[in-house]
């Protein structure tokens, strides 16, 4: 077995620095024989995804090349699924991330929230997955995962951001995030924990997809154009802003992962 710990702060010494060590020293004293690795992006150079698409095609040579007993050797459904010959054209630090993410059997992600969502490093990283997508491994049986939410607090703008976009990342590169721990507001700038983190279970991912053609037949069937009504109502009425910001709403809080944060 072994975890990962994803630290996504460019702060060496930061609040979520410390709390990525605690859970660091936690792994090592509750499963002794387990491994255990912090990647870090305060630590790492990856750079930007530049959308070139070169990662679509696979490549004749696999991205590492591993030995016997390596102890970061990729899990069975990584190696299976293709995701090693899926290569990024950009030399830097992100193949050796890649090697700790293919080896884990869990990915326990610490990242600080910034303006809702995640720090620019970390989503450079995170876009740096893409490779991953032209395998099948989103398909397949995914590895758990659980994110730890680090903020100072004060801004009434919460997360949902950071949990939509770290989920969807790491849904490509074969994880389902199954929890999120709320710790903003609860460790001091000095890395002390002050208080117990919020927990959150996440239900397993609905197929979005599945959200179009329903749609899309709802719509036929109220309409008398191809996309239905337009701006008029029912009853003919012009659709105005504050009905159709009602309406999308209503549907946004019924996706997967909306309105469940703070
Ligand atoms: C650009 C920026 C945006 C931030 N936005 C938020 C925010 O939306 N909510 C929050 O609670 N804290 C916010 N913070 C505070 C950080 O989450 C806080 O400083 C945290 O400790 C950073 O993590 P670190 O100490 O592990 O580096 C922001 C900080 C920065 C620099």
């Known amino acids: 077995m072994h975890r990962v710990i994803l630290h996504g702060s460019c702060r060496a010494d930061g609040r979520s620095a410390a709390l990525a060590d605690e859970l660091f020293n936690a792994c090592i004293e509750e499963c002794p024989d387990d491994g255990v690795s912090i990647v870090s992006v305060s630590s790492t150079e990856v750079g930007p995804c530049i959308g070139c698409d070169k990662c679509r095609a696979a490549a004749d040579e696999p991205i590492h090349l591993f030995e016997e007993g390596d102890p970061l050797l990729p899990q069975e459904t990584v190696a299976e699924s293709g995701a090693l010959f899926h290569h990024c054209v950009i030399d830097d630090d992100m193949n050796e991330v890649r090697k700790h993410l293919d080896a884990a059997d869990e990915l326990i992600v610490v990242c600080p929230v910034y303006f809702a969502s995640v720090p620019a490093q970390m989503k450079a990283l995170l ?135 703070p």
């Open 127 to 261: 876009d740096r997955l893409q490779p991953y997508y032209f395998t099948d491994l989103r398909t397949r049986p995914k590895r758990p995962a659980v994110i730890h939410v680090v903020g100072a607090g004060g801004d009434p703008h919460g997360f949902e951001p950071l949990i939509g976009t770290v989920r969807s990342a790491l849904s490509v590169a074969g994880f389902a995030v199954e929890l999120v721990l709320d710790w903003v507001g609860k460790i001091r700038a000095d890395g002390e924990i002050t208080a117990e983190a919020e927990e959150y279970p996440l239900p397993p991912h609905r197929r979005l997809r599945s959200h179009g053609p329903r749609l899309r037949r709802r719509l036929r069937g109220r309409g008398s154009g191809r996309y239905g009504r337009g701006r008029r109502g029912r009853r003919g009425e012009r659709r105005g802003r504050k009905d159709r910001d009602r309406r999308r709403g209503r549907r946004l809080g019924r996706l997967p992962g909306c309105g469940r944060f």
